[in-house]
């Protein structure tokens, strides 16, 4: 059985430009969970999503980020007009049950 | 004060010593609990899934809940170098929110 998916595992983008971040769950799993993670710390939850559906969001910026879980294919992280301080590890992760959660090996964005 | 506080080390021990790694949590809603390594730009890896207070155990790895007094612990056994990682505590009532993880070196 493949393991959540996320790719690009690295992406650069300048200031200004957008980032798209994309996650394949485990196979049969429904929901879909997106956290950031800046260097020594731990993981910041963004948004939980299950398809079709954002089921909380309260941990993502109001502005210039968006998720989204299709019925079909891969769940998207968008950040529009991207700045310094959005370059950090991005992590996806699936879950069965809304319970344990398994995770991606991570998206890391570098903005210039 | 943050949901869920975790010492980050580092944490450094001999090769074959007892790791003891802690959480100590505010919200009395969480009802899960999760200890997760993850290795240097790896993703994190889910060890060990908790319920209720009480002990489980798993190989060299024990996890511990005292929902009484909102602490958590995973014990490590007779640790490894391979131990070396951050290791992750998380607990969830919707969400699953993560500790800031403690960074451990085991030395040959």
């Known amino acids: 059985n493949a393991g959540v998916m996320q790719n690009p595992r690295h992406l650069v983008r300048r200031r200004g430009q957008e980032a798209r971040l994309r996650c394949s769950p485990v196979?049969?799993?429904?929901?879909v969970y997106w956290y950031r993670q800046l260097p020594e710390e731990g993981l910041k939850f963004m948004v939980y999503?299950?398809?079709?559906?954002?089921?909380?969001e309260s941990g993502m910026p109001k502005e210039r980020f968006s998720a989204e879980f299709p019925k079909e294919g891969p769940s998207i992280l968008r950040i529009q007009q991207v700045v310094r301080g959005d370059s950090a590890a991005y992590f996806c992760?699936?879950?069965?049950?809304?319970?344990?959660?398994?995770f991606g090996e991570g998206s890391r964005l570098t903005v210039l | 004060q943050k949901e869920v506080e975790q010492d980050p080390g580092p944490l450094s021990v001999p090769e074959g010593a007892i790791v003891s790694l802690n959480c100590t949590y505010s919200?009395?809603?969480?009802?899960?609990f999760m200890w997760y390594r993850q290795y240097s730009r790896k993703g994190p890896e889910l060890l060990m899934y908790?319920?209720?207070?009480g002990n489980k155990e798993d190989g060299r790895f024990t996890a511990q809940v005292d929902k009484s007094s909102k602490y958590i612990s995973l014990f490590i056994r007779d640790s490894q170098p391979s131990d070396s990682a951050t290791y992750l505590c998380?607990?969830?009532?919707?969400?699953?929110?993560f500790g800031a993880g403690t960074r451990l070196a085991v030395h040959p």
């Open positions: 999503l299950q398809k079709e559906n954002i089921i909380d």
């Open positions: 908790t319920y209720s207070s």
């Open positions: 919200n009395s809603a969480f009802q899960y």
């Open positions: 998380a607990m969830s009532d919707n969400k699953l929110i």
């Open positions: 196979k049969g799993h429904s929901h």
């Open positions: 992760a699936s879950s069965p049950e809304r319970r344990e959660l398994f």
